[in-house]
């Protein structure tokens, strides 16, 4: 079976270093806010180009801690994607928020930052960017539109470290970036992690407050927080990680590259291949296709899944739900026919296998059969 995703290929060419990190920390003492967590944070700055770096949990607390910072809460709205997972949406809505969606860009999946203006109400105080499947929403028009309305921006990176627009990563464009080291992650930990970013000073300490119980003295708390602290074992092992980020970046993109070079008998007609635009570098957390030429997209998709389960390959659908029609939601009473091309869009995505250590042989692999798989179902299908 060619998987969606082999973390152990990755374990076992850092299989040594990474134990080494695990006994030292064991052997230490210190499980939680030490001297690892300390280190990676300032690596993370350094690499990133930011001033500060808040480790976390995990990258959901991220998004509500940098919610909580801005304080944004009761009464407010942030304007997002639908086009994401439960964690960004949901976040809003534990902040006491109420998340306000923006349909998608057919071609990059991000949302659709000429739909930003006519979705600002006076209740509207922060917009929220996902950067999808590892490339960049267009943060110009994000930025000119948050300065002109007064907003704040919050980033949610948790698919993009290393992306950039217009040569600065992500995470250092907004007031607050938020980040996931979730296993499956272009950097992944052994568990759950997450930080924030800012290169404000005021926000960073907030940030480093609300993670311990609101607290910046011990047993003086000076507002509701939270217990969300990065601990030392998982810091050690990003550290160690951290090292190669580029350099697996780089190889999901040479993965994307020959993607593209592999399924050029299907592009146009069958499937619209992923798109990358020009102002930044797309990381690749996935290489997600669309499939066309359906009546019945929903169906064609499954068919496609099932055979390409029968040759071997595992694929995987990001997102089929939108987050408007998530029961979580209901009480938002959201109209699908108001996000046409996010409906369009779920109903037709598949991702196909990716990491940087899938080989040439099985792209081809996997090329091949999606090839054959394809070009034999009936049209009606």
Known sequence: MIPILNLTRQYELLKDPINDALLRVAASGHYILGPEVKAFEEEMAQYLGVKHVI??????????????????????????????????SESIVRAGAKPVFIDIEPCSMNFD??????????????ILPVHIFGQSANMD?????????????????????????KGQKVGGIGDIGCFSFFPSK?????????MCTTNDDELAERLRMLRVHGSRQRYYHEEPGLNSRLDEIQAAVLR????????????????????????????????????????????????????????DPVK??????????????????YYPVPLYRQQTHADLHLNPADYPTCEQISDQVLSLPMFPELTAGEQQQVADALIQVLTAIPAHV
């Open 55 to 88: 480790g976390c949990a995990n990258g959901t607390d991220a998004l509500f801690l940098a919610l909580k910072a801005l304080r944004i809460g009761e009464g407010d709205e942030v304007i997002t994607t639908p086009f994401s997972y439960m964690a960004t």
């Open 113 to 126: 930052v000429q739909l930003l203006e006519a979705a600002i109400t006076p209740r509207t105080k922060a």
């Open 141 to 165: 028009e994000v930025r000119r539109v948050a300065k002109a309305r007064n907003l704040v921006v919050i980033e949610d990176c948790a698919q993009a470290i290393g992306s950039d627009f």
């Open 186 to 194: 272009n950097l992944g930990c052994l568990g759950d992690g997450g």
């Open 240 to 295: 160690i990680k951290l090292k190669h980020i580029d350099e697996w970046n780089h190889a999901r993109q040479a993965v994307a590259d020959r993607y593209d070079e592999l399924l050029k008998p299907l592009a146009g007609k069958y499937v619209e291949l992923p798109h990358r635009h020009s102002k930044g570098q797309h990381v690749f957390h996935q290489y997600t296709i669309q499939l066309k030429g359906s009546n």
């Open 300 to 317: 064609l998709r499954a068919e496609v899944q099932k055979k390409l389960q029968e040759a071997g390959i595992q694929s995987m659908i």
